[in-house]
């Protein structure tokens, strides 16, 4: 695993899919500054790393035993959880953030017989929130959700305390700490950088860039 998440790693970085910008950081919805960019959909107009990530996220994906479906969370982790539904031959649902406004008005579009096992899949965890809710809305149509895996990771600890909370396991491709040392590697960043990247790791609501 430790040879994907540096491969996955360096994947992002090289077709701009993640951007570090400590000097001149971006602003989340939130108001939060981050020195962190991150667009998992980018990996998909580029078929090698598109490939080895579904092939990737399949492996990990195969870690929790036996399931039934595979879901991808709106909106961008549906590419991505249908890529791991056709790699397993597995059936594929996905899940809106919220039912859609006619017609049925489904949260979740597919078929999902109760008591089914259910695997999740995102592109990215930050706080888990969006995560967790997809799983709160399988369970409460009678879904077992065996795991939420994903391509990427900021390694919040709010994001293990939320999935901690809705009882479910997470893993994913690569992570935060691996991506700077990779970036260091290409020297993408300098390594005088790392500190105060690893401190918005640990406090993104205080941080102020360099």
């Known amino acids: 695993m430790n040879n994907i998440a540096a491969t996955v790693a360096r994947q992002l970085l090289?077709?701009?899919?993640?951007?570090?910008?400590?000097?001149?950081?971006?602003?989340?919805?939130?108001?939060?500054?981050s020195p962190i960019y991150c667009d998992n959909r980018k990996s998909l107009s580029y078929p090698e790393v598109r490939n080895y990530i579904k092939n990737s996220l399949a492996e990990i994906a195969k870690q929790y035993g036996e399931f039934d479906v595979v879901a991808g969370v709106a909106t961008a982790g549906i590419p991505h959880g249908a890529y791991v539904a056709d790699v397993l031959g597995k059936p594929f649902i996905?899940?809106?953030?919220?039912?859609?406004?006619?017609?049925?008005?489904?949260l979740i579009e597919g078929e999902i017989p109760d008591g089914k096992k259910v695997l999740v899949v995102e592109d990215l965890i930050s706080t888990g929130g969006s995560?967790?809710?997809?799983?709160?809305?399988?369970?409460a149509v009678g879904a077992d959700v065996v795991a939420a895996i994903a391509i990427f990771t900021y390694g919040f600890e709010k994001a293990k305390t939320t999935f901690e909370a809705a009882d479910c396991p997470f893993d994913t491709l690569s992570n935060y700490d691996v991506l700077l040392e990779e970036a260091v590697k290409m020297k993408y960043i300098s390594s005088e950088m790392v500190e105060t990247l690893q401190a918005w790791k640990h406090s993104p609501s205080t941080w102020k860039g360099i």
Do not use: C, D
């Not at 996905?94 to 489904?106: A, C, D, F, T």
């Not at 995560?131 to 809305?137: L, M, R």
């Open 14 to 33: 090289e077709i701009k899919a993640i951007q570090l910008s400590p000097e001149k950081p971006f602003t989340w919805a939130s108001g939060i500054l």
């Open 94 to 106: 996905y899940v809106r953030s919220k039912p859609k406004g006619h017609g049925m008005q489904n």
């Open 131 to 139: 995560s967790v809710k997809a799983v709160n809305a399988l369970k």
